[in-house]
């Protein structure tokens, strides 16, 4: 069976199962209703636009953790010594890293929606912001994940992800707002296009990583 081959049948795997349940998918939607209400109370109108782009980057990364804190744990160890001898490492992380850059995107635009139905959107280019969207999805998703299979061959601990992938996640959120905040006013292309291929670097290299050392993190 090919590389492709097998990431098909995980990603179909994991979209059934979610199906299935809606588990995960309903607890992050309740998150971010809860974060977003809970904003709303706090500051009633957001007057400030770098505030406004700040809490909703804040509000995304705290989904996207909730969204990947299962993403390998949810898997026994019955399972992983069966994958073990009829999967490759590689189609493993790439189906996890697909799939779950997927759910996230379909998480932050619901998150962009209801986060502009209560405070209002203040972006000129919508074009541009959904595509930051996207590249920092596929970002946060990149790192969380494979922080997240490290925390589940170390007993599964929570505690272990959140310290592991904070340090890491902060330059790339760090870009996002910077990015974003280019189209709140008027845009500079030069520095747009200079962060936007900062972006893609760090996505490019959080996915050499993975691709790189979860065999070996596999083979433990």
């Given at each position: 069976?090919?590389?492709?081959?097998?990431?098909?049948?995980?990603?179909?795997?994991?979209?059934?199962?979610?199906?299935?349940?809606?588990?995960?998918?309903?607890?992050?939607?309740?998150?971010?209703?809860?974060?977003?209400?809970?904003?709303?109370?706090?500051?009633?109108?957001?007057?400030?636009?770098?505030?406004?782009?700040?809490?909703?980057?804040?509000?995304?990364?705290?989904?996207?953790?909730?969204?990947?804190?299962?993403?390998?744990?949810?898997?026994?160890?019955?399972?992983?010594?069966?994958?073990?001898?009829?999967?490759?490492?590689?189609?493993?992380?790439?189906?996890?890293?697909?799939?779950?850059?997927?759910?996230?995107?379909?998480?932050?635009?619901?998150?962009?929606?209801?986060?502009?139905?209560?405070?209002?959107?203040?972006?000129?280019?919508?074009?541009?912001?959904?595509?930051?969207?996207?590249?920092?999805?596929?970002?946060?998703?990149?790192?969380?994940?494979?922080?997240?299979?490290?925390?589940?061959?170390?007993?599964?601990?929570?505690?272990?992800?959140?310290?592991?992938?904070?340090?890491?996640?902060?330059?790339?959120?760090?870009?996002?707002?910077?990015?974003?905040?280019?189209?709140?006013?008027?845009?500079?292309?030069?520095?747009?296009?200079?962060?936007?291929?900062?972006?893609?670097v760090l996505d490019f290299i959080v996915v050499a990583m993975a691709v790189v050392l979860f065999p070996f993190l596999w083979k433990e």
């Open positions: 069976m090919g590389l492709l081959s097998e990431i098909k049948i995980l990603i179909l795997k994991d979209f059934k199962l979610e199906i299935r349940n809606l588990y995960s998918l309903n607890s992050i939607l309740l998150y971010v209703f809860s974060s977003v209400f809970v904003s709303y109370l706090a500051f009633e109108k957001i007057i400030q636009p770098q505030t406004w782009n700040a809490l909703f980057w804040i509000i995304l990364l705290f989904a996207a953790v909730n969204a990947i804190s299962t993403s390998f744990t949810s898997e026994g160890s019955k399972k992983f010594y069966y994958y073990f001898y009829i999967l490759s490492p590689r189609s493993i992380i790439l189906s996890k890293l697909l799939y779950n850059s997927l759910m996230l995107l379909v998480v932050a635009v619901l998150t962009f929606v209801l986060y502009s139905m209560v405070f209002g959107s203040i972006i000129n280019n919508l074009p541009l912001f959904l595509l930051i969207l996207l590249f920092g999805s596929f970002g946060l998703l990149g790192i969380l994940t494979m922080v997240s299979a490290i925390a589940s061959r170390a007993g599964n601990n929570f505690a272990l992800m959140s310290i592991l992938s904070f340090p890491v996640i902060l330059p790339m959120l760090i870009v996002l707002i910077r990015l974003s905040s280019m189209t709140i006013g008027i845009i500079d292309i030069t520095d747009f296009v200079k962060m936007m291929l900062a972006l893609v």
